[in-house]
T-cell receptor, first 114, second 112 residues
Framework: NAGVMQNPRHLVRRRGQEARLRCSPM?????VYWYRQLPEEGLKFMVY????????ESGMPKERFSAEFPKEGPSILRIQQVVRGDSAAYFC????????????FGPGTRLTVL | QKEVEQDPGPLSVPEGAIVSLNCTYS??????FMWYRQYSRKGPELLMY????GNKEDGRFTAQVDKSSKYISLFIRDSQPSDSATYLC????????????FGTGTRLQVTL
């Protein structure tokens, strides 16, 4: 049973480019969460999605960031016009549809903005 | 003030020691409490998960929650060098599907 998958594992972008991060949840999981981890800081919640719905985006920056979880395919976190401050590790977690509060994390995507 | 406070360490102990890791929190709505282990440049791995107050044991690991003091602990018995990692506490409110709030993590090193 494959765990949460994220790709790419490492992503380098120049300032002003777009970054697309992908997350495939564990089999049978329909809830997806995105978190960001800055150096020497804990994980910060960004957004919570179910299939075709954004449930909670209270942690998302108001501009340049967007997320989706389409009916088919992985969840996508999109960062437009990246700046150096976006450099961080971005983690995706998933949980089952009902009955469990546990969240299982992927290996993360490390974004470096030059 | 942060919602969840955790001493960043580093904490260095000899092999075989009992390790105590702690977090305090301010939000009384938190009901679910978790401990994650994160190795360098890897994703967090769920170690323990507790609902409300009480103790939970799994092998060498024991998690304790004291909601009256807003204080949670993770104990590691017979610590091993392979336990060297960053330990993150995390918590969430009611409703199983909602965001986790994390501590900053405690870096643990177990020496031979």
């Amino acid at each position: 049973n494959a765990g949460v998958m994220q790709n790419p594992r490492h992503l380098v972008r120049r300032r002003g480019q777009e970054a697309r991060l992908r997350c495939s949840p564990m089999k049978g999981h329909s809830h997806v969460y995105w978190y960001r981890q800055l150096p020497e800081e804990g994980l910060k919640f960004m957004v919570y999605l179910q299939k075709e719905n954004i449930i909670d985006e209270s942690g998302m920056p108001k501009e340049r960031f967007s997320a989706e979880f389409p009916k088919e395919g992985p969840s996508i976190l999109r960062i437009q016009q990246v700046v150096r401050g976006d450099s961080a590790a971005y983690f995706c977690a998933s949980s089952p549809p009902t009955g469990s509060a546990e969240q299982f994390f992927g290996p993360g995507t490390r974004l470096t903005v030059l | 003030q942060k919602e969840v406070e955790q001493d960043p360490g580093p904490l260095s102990v000899p092999e075989g020691a009992i390790v105590s890791l702690n977090c305090t929190y301010s939000n009384s709505a938190f009901q679910y409490f978790m401990w994650y282990r994160q190795y360098s440049r890897k994703g967090p791995e769920l170690l323990m998960y507790t609902y409300s107050s009480g103790n939970k044991e799994d092998g060498r690991f024991t998690a304790q929650v004291d909601k009256s003091s807003k204080y949670i602990s993770l104990f590691i018995r017979d610590s091993q060098p392979s336990d060297s990692a960053t330990y993150l506490c995390a918590m969430k409110g009611t409703g199983t599907a909602s965001k986790l709030t994390f501590g900053t993590g405690t870096r643990l090193q177990v020496t031979l």
